[in-house]
């Protein structure tokens, strides 16, 4: 399918009150984060079966996808080029991460994030200086620190833990929810692998942290544990 099939077909599967149910969901009204963005109203595994047939879809063509003003359509772009990295060679990568860099305005929302990070950035960084990824935890752009910490899941899975570490501490007073959530949720998946390396980290900063990021870092801690936390007992 070509890029115009691909977006007509797109539309044909949209559906008026699953759009209105994910404007809700996504917080798209006024001052909300993701205020003004529109969807076709399209299901998460729909929109993963069309990437299928765009594969073949050129960087360019891709882009044009990225900066649609349709939800799906964005997530679409992405779930191509997640597709797509791990499979070009150094210089499509090389293109690829770029793309998705200068088009962060377009990665607006937490599910466009968490879909892509830690599949294009995380990896086109693994050989390569990681200060972009403190760099972009000083943006004034939340999407943009959203991007750095899920970033570094990448290393997470390989038991790599010192950059999510020097990202979490940098937004530890972050004044964003979904900021407070992804630091936790990555600081959960640390203490996954290796208990000690989150604990260490959680006596010297849990009492700076947000309470939502916070119970995020320490879901799956035991109860007695995780009641001394949240009280501020623990020692």
């Given at each position: 399918?070509?890029?115009?099939q691909?977006?007509a077909?797109?539309?044909s599967?949209?559906?008026?009150?699953?759009?209105?149910?994910?404007?809700?969901?996504f917080k798209?009204g006024p001052g909300?984060?993701?205020?003004g963005?529109?969807?076709?109203?399209?299901?998460?595994p729909?929109?993963?079966?069309?990437?299928?047939h765009?594969?073949?879809?050129t960087?360019k063509?891709i882009?044009?996808?990225?900066?649609?003003?349709?939800?799906?359509?964005?997530?679409?772009?992405?779930?191509?080029?997640?597709?797509?990295?791990?499979?070009?060679?150094?210089d499509?990568q090389?293109?690829?991460?770029?793309?998705?860099?200068d088009?962060?305005s377009?990665?607006n929302?937490?599910?466009?994030?968490?879909?892509?990070a830690?599949?294009i950035?995380?990896?086109?960084?693994?050989?390569?200086p990681?200060t972009?990824?403190?760099?972009?935890?000083?943006?004034?752009i939340?999407?943009?620190?959203?991007?750095?910490m899920?970033?570094?899941?990448?290393?997470i899975?390989a038991?790599d833990?010192?950059?999510?570490?020097?990202?979490?501490?940098?937004l530890?007073?972050?004044?964003?929810d979904l900021?407070?959530?992804v630091?936790?949720?990555?600081?959960?998946?640390i203490?996954?692998?290796?208990?000690?390396v989150?604990?260490?980290?959680l006596l010297?900063?849990?009492g700076?942290?947000?309470r939502t990021?916070?119970?995020?870092a320490i879901?799956?801690?035991?109860?007695d544990?995780?009641?001394?936390y949240?009280?501020?007992?623990?020692?």
């Amino acid at each position: 399918m070509n890029l115009k099939q691909i977006q007509a077909e797109m539309k044909s599967l949209g559906d008026a009150k699953k759009a209105a149910h994910a404007q809700g969901f996504f917080k798209t009204g006024p001052g909300q984060y993701g205020e003004g963005d529109i969807f076709l109203g399209i299901r998460v595994p729909e929109t993963r079966k069309m990437a299928r047939h765009g594969r073949d879809l050129t960087l360019k063509q891709i882009t044009r996808l990225l900066q649609s003003k349709f939800h799906e359509e964005r997530l679409l772009a992405l779930f191509i080029l997640v597709w797509q990295f791990p499979r070009a060679d150094e210089d499509k990568q090389r293109d690829i991460f770029n793309l998705y860099l200068d088009n962060t305005s377009y990665i607006n929302n937490w599910d466009l994030v968490d879909s892509s990070a830690h599949f294009i950035v995380g990896p086109w960084l693994e050989k390569r200086p990681r200060t972009l990824l403190l760099q972009m935890a000083n943006s004034k752009i939340l999407w943009e620190r959203r991007i750095a910490m899920m970033a570094t899941y990448h290393f997470i899975r390989a038991n790599d833990y010192q950059d999510a570490l020097l990202v979490a501490q940098k937004l530890l007073h972050d004044d964003h929810d979904l900021i407070h959530k992804v630091v936790g949720w990555m600081l959960r998946e640390i203490g996954n692998r290796d208990r000690a390396v989150e604990e260490k980290f959680l006596l010297q900063f849990y009492g700076d942290m947000p309470r939502t990021m916070l119970r995020y870092a320490i879901e799956k801690f035991p109860e007695d544990l995780r009641l001394q936390y949240l009280k501020g007992t623990i020692s």
